[in-house]
Nanobody, 118 residues
Framework: VQLQASGGGLVQAGGSLNLSCAAS????????MGWYRQAPGKQRELVAA???????NYADSVKGRFTISRDNDKNTVYLQMNSLKPEDTAVYYC?????????????WGQGTLVTVSS
């Protein structure tokens, strides 16, 4: 499975960005796609995740500002980020996994940098 992420960039505080990540290859139909981020000097953390059935999970820090969605026909996950804050600055990584069925079915995108200026 390969993941191709896009959509990062530089934005002012209060602005918006939309990230997308497309999965290709031998995809297991029941899966979870998500976004993680890692800021300099910090550990990677979950931002949001969505199951193939549409259930979502968000980090408390982004609730009400970020929205995750997916298109199962395109094997693509999206992250709409609104009201961005400087503390959202990080490299954002797309993840595609099916841990409940196969712990080794766990794939990561290359990361896309989001920079929010104050």
């Amino acid at each position: 499975v390969q993941l191709q992420a896009s959509g990062g960039g530089l934005v002012q505080a209060g602005g918006s960005l939309n990230l997308s990540c497309a999965a290709s290859g031998n995809i297991f139909s029941i899966n979870v796609m998500g976004w993680y981020r890692q800021a300099p000097g910090k550990q990677r953390e979950l931002v949001a995740a969505i199951t193939s059935g549409g259930s979502t999970n968000y980090a408390d820090s982004v609730k009400g500002r970020f929205t995750i969605s997916r298109d199962n026909d395109k094997n693509t996950v999206y992250l709409q980020m609104n009201s961005l804050k400087p503390e959202d600055t990080a490299v954002y990584y797309c993840n595609h996994q099916a841990w409940a069925f196969n712990p080794s079915y766990d794939y990561w995108g290359q990361g896309t940098l989001v920079t929010v200026s104050s």
